[in-house]
Structure formats: structure tokens, C-alpha cells
């Protein structure tokens, strides 16, 4: 039997099992066919309620369970790297018309998603924290920004880090309206999110784009106090003019 | 082919490493004497995850155990996915590399599960083809893990020994004896496992592996194990833990338990068991 024949009936679980599978007597394996159906199935939702444990609060678990059904025979993983899994889920949460009342949901799983790949990446240095008071005045318009490689914008048209806080913190704010963008960055090892106002989210986002300090300030950013937050969170590695 | 340089995995307990115990394993290791990871959990590009295991392997030696290289896939070798394991080997030099006799990856995708080869003569070159392309890849030895099995393929010409045999004769690569695994696959196929460890090559065994299985029926009534890592040894497989060393001698022995994770006591108290069944032999 080829594995194109096994892998098909693994992931359709109405499909007849396979021929030539057996058990001890020489009877048809049946149900010992859905161990491995069980296994791929169980393991790969596991890896996607880990991976987005707020969008299955906001949508709850029955729910996310028979709606992971879906998404995994549409996207079963295209690497052996479970950390990576999912990453389609915003799209497809996007255009799943049965959480279409929920229209920030793929907001917050860029959120998660973002949170998980910042997790896993690459180790930097922080800028050593006087190389910009170093910099003469007159020079500090031209000067150009390295982000750490676990930086990332997730711009919303939605309240997104208010409502990820009030799943995740305990006596969190409830979200107020509006467009949020959050800055998430990784001082040390654990994933950390800000809430950016739309001017300082504009800055940054120039500033990641390879903009100079002078040529992202004309977004009307508070740039000293959005600085100093990139500088406190270690999302600066290094500058250059 | 390859070369030996790389120190062994002690003839001690090892555990298979989980985040929750990190920070006992570097105060109260009791018996545990080496740690296995999973290798794709350790394939990112950096974090916690690479810090702590480097924080491990100054204290431990390590033993990385792939779950996703798909051995035993009838496509390609997955080269990008081979750079990845070079990188974390490389990173951290571990003591022994391993991986399962199954496939998981297809055109599909990759399905997250070790799932069963026949056991013909095809089957038999292309798992030799795709064990020296990783050896010669790795600059290693590795070991291949006999599989926990649920059904048995009607065109296998081969015994699952046998199998394995060949292989290591045509790749010299060593192999990794889960007794867990032949416990469960003996009870499911209806086979004596006193049989099957009599009839393997353990001349070979670098490492043996003991886990917790489940217990359920198939469509006639007959016992089903399942491989879940999900609880203590069972008694039955102590046993056969037993008469597996007095064959192969002392070898490292891992307690696998991947799903609901004890606190460290419970772990601890299973590698205590295991270091047991080692002093006994060794006696």
C-alpha cells in the first residue's frame, strides 16, 4: 500500500481503512487504523489550542474544537516544527463565515502568533544603553535603527491588545474602542506586549522600514518616550548613520 | 562514513527533558545521569528554550531523539529540515542522535505522528538510504527506535528484528530498543515479547527506552496498548526491562513521560526504578 493511500484515510475519518492493514487474527484493522487517525488528529489540535489559547476563549472550546477540525484538513502542518503551526490561522479565521460576528478574532491570533514566533527567536544584543546619548544632536536626525530579530508590529483596526489582556491578566481593563497596534518585543526570554498609539506605532513601523530618526519623527510621535520604550524592552541592537 | 569521537550516553537513567523541571533537575537530579530532548522543540532560532538547554548540556550529557525527520518516507529526505537538526547537534555536541523506524511526512504534509512501514525488501533500502544520508549529514552515528505497532501490514515479508538487523548491517547505525514499545506491539499483534528480545540484535542497542502506555480493546474484544507516555511504567514492562538487560548488560536506560507531566517526585522515583533494574545487572 503506498503512504499517499494511508495519509489520505488518516486525515478523512469517514474514509473506508485502508486494505492490507490487519491485526493479530488476520481480520481488517478497523479501529486500530484510528489510533493513528486519533494520534494526528489529537496532536496537531493540541498544538493549535497551545498556540492560541485566546482566540478558543473568545470562541470557546467546543467550538474551537470542531473548528480546528476544519483547519487542519485545510492546513495540515508543512514542517515538522509544531512551534511553527498555525501560522495560517488568521487568514483563515479572516474568511471562516461562522466567526464572522467575531471580526477581530485573526487580529488576535497575529497577536498570539506573534507572541509564539517572538518566543522562538533568534538571540540579539541590546544597544548598549548610552550609544544614542553618544550621538551629537546635529547627527541624531540621520541615525537609522537595528531591531531584534523578535520585534514585531500587529496593527488592528481593533482594541487587540486590550482584549488579549482581558483573556490572559486577571482583572485587566475591559477593552476600550478604537484602532490599537502592539508593539511586541522580547527583553530577556519572555515575550512581552505594549500598547502603541497610532503616531508612535507609525514611528516605529518607519523606523523598522529602515527610516531615519529624523524622517519617522514626522509622523508627530512623542520620539523620546516612544524611544525609551523600545530602549527598556531591548528592541534596539544598533544604530548607524 | 561517520565518525566517533562524540563521548556515549552513561549506563545510567536518563529522563526525557520537559521545561517544568528545570529548575529541579539542576538541585535534585537524584539517579538521572543524562536527558533527552525533542529535537524539532529545540529547532528554533533562539530563546528560552536553546538557553536552557544549553544551561542542561553543561551539566548533562544530552540525547537528541528526532520525532519529524520521517525515516521511513517512500519521498525525499527533507534537506532543509536536515540543516536544522545539523545546527542544534552542532550547538550542542549531545552524546547520542536518534530517530523512529516510521514515516510522518508527505505531500499532504507533515502529520505529526509515527506512523507504520511495511516491512519488505523496498522498505528495507529506502530506510538504509535515508540512515546514511543522515549520518553522512550529521557527521554521526545515529540510532533507530523499533515502533510501537497498533496492525501489521499484509505484504511484510520481513520480522520487525530482522528488519532492523539488516538495516544496521548496511548503514552501521546502532538502535535504540523501546521495551514499551515491544510490549505494546507484542500484545497487540498477539506475540510473545520474551520472543521478540531474544530475537533482537542487542549487540546494537545503544539505548533502551521504558514508558507508560493505555489500555483498550479493538473491534473484536482483543487488548489494544496504546503508546501514550501518559503514566507510569507498567509492571509487565519492568519485567521485561529485566530480561532485556540481561542480554544487552547495563545500557541508558530513559523514563519517557510526555503527556500529563508528573512533578518531578513522581519522575525522579520511575529513573530511581529504573536505576534499580541497572544495579541489578550490573551486580
Same mark, same amino acid.
Given at each position: 500500500?503506498?503512504?499517499?493511500?494511508?495519509?489520505?484515510?488518516?486525515?478523512?475519518?469517514?474514509?473506508?481503512?485502508?486494505?492490507?492493514?490487519?491485526?493479530?487474527?488476520?481480520?481488517?484493522?478497523?479501529?486500530?487504523?484510528?489510533?493513528?487517525?486519533?494520534?494526528?488528529?489529537?496532536?496537531?489540535?493540541?498544538?493549535?489550542?497551545?498556540?492560541?489559547?485566546?482566540?478558543?476563549?473568545?470562541?470557546?472550546?467546543?467550538?474551537?474544537?470542531?473548528?480546528?477540525?476544519?483547519?487542519?484538513?485545510?492546513?495540515?502542518?508543512?514542517?515538522?516544527?509544531?512551534?511553527?503551526?498555525?501560522?495560517?490561522?488568521?487568514?483563515?479565521?479572516?474568511?471562516?463565515?461562522?466567526?464572522?460576528?467575531?471580526?477581530?478574532?485573526?487580529?488576535?491570533?497575529?497577536?498570539?502568533?506573534g507572541?509564539?514566533?517572538a518566543?522562538?527567536a533568534e538571540?540579539a544584543r541590546p544597544l548598549a544603553p548610552d550609544a544614542l546619548a553618544q550621538v551629537p544632536a546635529e547627527a541624531l536626525g540621520a541615525v537609522r535603527m537595528g531591531f531584534a530579530p523578535a520585534v514585531r508590529l500587529v496593527a488592528?483596526?481593533?482594541?487587540?491588545h486590550?482584549?488579549?489582556?482581558?483573556?490572559?491578566?486577571?482583572?485587566?481593563?475591559?477593552?476600550?474602542?478604537?484602532a490599537q497596534t502592539a508593539l511586541i518585543t522580547r527583553p530577556?526570554?519572555?515575550?512581552c506586549v505594549d500598547t502603541l498609539s497610532p503616531a508612535a506605532a507609525g514611528f516605529v513601523a518607519a523606523l523598522m522600514a529602515g527610516a531615519s530618526l529624523g524622517e519617522a519623527a514626522e509622523t508627530g510621535a512623542d520620539v523620546g518616550a516612544t524611544l525609551g520604550l523600545l530602549l527598556s524592552r531591548q528592541a534596539i541592537t544598533d544604530i548607524s548613520s | 562514513?561517520?565518525?566517533?569521537?562524540?563521548?556515549?550516553?552513561?549506563?545510567?537513567?536518563?529522563?526525557?527533558?520537559?521545561?517544568?523541571?528545570?529548575?529541579?533537575?539542576?538541585?535534585?537530579?537524584?539517579?538521572?545521569?543524562?536527558?533527552?530532548?525533542?529535537?524539532?522543540?529545540?529547532?528554533?532560532?533562539?530563546?528560552?528554550?536553546?538557553?536552557?538547554?544549553?544551561?542542561?548540556?553543561?551539566?548533562?550529557?544530552?540525547?537528541?531523539? %528526532?520525532?519529524?525527520?520521517?525515516?521511513?518516507?517512500?519521498?525525499?529526505?527533507?534537506?532543509?529540515?536536515?540543516?536544522?537538526?545539523?545546527?542544534?547537534?552542532?550547538?550542542?555536541?549531545?552524546?547520542?542522535?536518534?530517530?523512529?523506524?516510521?514515516?510522518?511526512?508527505?505531500?499532504?504534509?507533515?502529520?505529526?505522528?509515527?506512523?507504520?512501514?511495511?516491512?519488505?525488501?523496498?522498505?528495507?533500502?529506502?530506510?538504509?538510504?535515508?540512515?546514511?544520508?543522515?549520518?553522512?549529514?550529521?557527521?554521526?552515528?545515529?540510532?533507530?527506535?523499533?515502533?510501537?505497532?497498533?496492525?501489521?501490514?499484509?505484504?511484510?515479508?520481513?520480522?520487525?528484528?530482522?528488519?532492523?538487523?539488516?538495516?544496521?548491517?548496511?548503514?552501521?547505525?546502532?538502535?535504540?530498543?523501546?521495551?514499551?514499545?515491544?510490549?505494546?506491539?507484542?500484545?497487540?499483534?498477539?506475540?510473545?515479547?520474551?520472543?521478540?528480545?531474544?530475537?533482537?540484535?542487542?549487540?546494537?542497542?545503544?539505548?533502551?527506552?521504558?514508558?507508560?502506555?493505555?489500555?483498550?480493546?479493538?473491534?473484536? %474484544?482483543?487488548?489494544?496498548?496504546?503508546?501514550?507516555?501518559?503514566?507510569?511504567?507498567?509492571?509487565?514492562?519492568?519485567?521485561?526491562?529485566?530480561?532485556?538487560?540481561?542480554?544487552?548488560?547495563?545500557?541508558?536506560?530513559?523514563?519517557?513521560?510526555?503527556?500529563?507531566?508528573?512533578?518531578?517526585?513522581?519522575?525522579?522515583?520511575?529513573?530511581?526504578?529504573?536505576?534499580?533494574?541497572?544495579?541489578?545487572?550490573?551486580?
Amino acid at each position: 500500500m503506498s503512504q499517499t493511500a494511508f495519509a489520505e484515510a488518516l486525515l478523512r475519518p469517514d474514509a473506508p481503512v485502508p486494505d492490507g492493514l490487519v491485526g493479530p487474527t488476520g481480520a481488517a484493522a478497523g479501529k486500530r487504523f484510528n489510533v493513528y487517525r486519533n494520534n494526528v488528529a489529537v496532536s496537531l489540535t493540541e498544538a493549535l489550542e497551545a498556540g492560541f489559547p485566546v482566540v478558543r476563549k473568545l470562541v470557546g472550546p467546543d467550538f474551537f474544537k470542531a473548528m480546528e477540525g476544519v483547519f487542519l484538513r485545510r492546513h495540515p502542518p508543512a514542517s515538522p516544527l509544531m512551534m511553527h503551526y498555525g501560522a495560517e490561522m488568521p487568514d483563515f479565521l479572516a474568511g471562516f463565515p461562522p466567526v464572522a460576528h467575531l471580526p477581530y478574532l485573526a487580529d488576535v491570533a497575529r497577536l498570539e502568533l506573534g507572541l509564539r514566533t517572538a518566543y522562538h527567536a533568534e538571540d540579539a544584543r541590546p544597544l548598549a544603553p548610552d550609544a544614542l546619548a553618544q550621538v551629537p544632536a546635529e547627527a541624531l536626525g540621520a541615525v537609522r535603527m537595528g531591531f531584534a530579530p523578535a520585534v514585531r508590529l500587529v496593527a488592528s483596526t481593533f482594541p487587540v491588545h486590550d482584549i488579549w489582556l482581558a483573556n490572559t491578566a486577571a482583572g485587566a481593563p475591559p477593552s476600550g474602542p478604537g484602532a490599537q497596534t502592539a508593539l511586541i518585543t522580547r527583553p530577556k526570554l519572555d515575550p512581552c506586549v505594549d500598547t502603541l498609539s497610532p503616531a508612535a506605532a507609525g514611528f516605529v513601523a518607519a523606523l523598522m522600514a529602515g527610516a531615519s530618526l529624523g524622517e519617522a519623527a514626522e509622523t508627530g510621535a512623542d520620539v523620546g518616550a516612544t524611544l525609551g520604550l523600545l530602549l527598556s524592552r531591548q528592541a534596539i541592537t544598533d544604530i548607524s548613520s | 562514513m561517520f565518525d566517533a569521537r562524540h563521548q556515549s550516553l552513561p549506563d545510567r537513567p536518563g529522563v526525557g527533558y520537559k521545561a517544568q523541571h528545570f529548575a529541579d533537575l539542576r538541585v535534585d537530579p537524584g539517579p538521572v545521569g543524562w536527558l533527552e530532548i525533542h529535537a524539532e522543540n529545540y529547532m528554533g532560532d533562539g530563546g528560552r528554550p536553546l538557553a536552557q538547554l544549553d544551561a542542561l548540556a553543561d551539566r548533562f550529557p544530552i540525547s537528541v531523539h %528526532g520525532v519529524g525527520l520521517s525515516i521511513g518516507s517512500e519521498g525525499p529526505l527533507d534537506r532543509s529540515h536536515l540543516a536544522l537538526l545539523r545546527r542544534l547537534c552542532d550547538r550542542i555536541n549531545p552524546a547520542s542522535f536518534s530517530e523512529h523506524l516510521a514515516w510522518s511526512t508527505h505531500n499532504l504534509g507533515f502529520l505529526n505522528d509515527l506512523l507504520p512501514l511495511p516491512y519488505t525488501a523496498a522498505t528495507i533500502a529506502r530506510v538504509c538510504d535515508h540512515v546514511n544520508e543522515v549520518q553522512d549529514h550529521l557527521g554521526r552515528r545515529m540510532l533507530l527506535e523499533n515502533p510501537s505497532s497498533y496492525l501489521a501490514f499484509t505484504e511484510s515479508t520481513h520480522s520487525e528484528t530482522d528488519f532492523l538487523a539488516d538495516v544496521v548491517a548496511r548503514t552501521g547505525c546502532g538502535l535504540l530498543l523501546d521495551v514499551n514499545n515491544v510490549f505494546i506491539s507484542a500484545t497487540n499483534l498477539a506475540t510473545r515479547p520474551q520472543d521478540y528480545i531474544a530475537a533482537f540484535p542487542v549487540e546494537h542497542v545503544a539505548e533502551i527506552h521504558l514508558g507508560g502506555h493505555d489500555e483498550d480493546e479493538d473491534d473484536h %474484544g482483543a487488548p489494544l496498548l496504546i503508546d501514550s507516555h501518559g503514566r507510569a511504567v507498567a509492571d509487565p514492562v519492568w519485567a521485561l526491562l529485566d530480561i532485556t538487560l540481561a542480554r544487552t548488560g547495563p545500557r541508558p536506560v530513559l523514563i519517557e513521560w510526555d503527556t500529563d507531566v508528573p512533578d518531578w517526585p513522581v519522575l525522579r522515583q520511575e529513573a530511581a526504578r529504573a536505576a534499580r533494574a541497572l544495579n541489578a545487572v550490573t551486580a
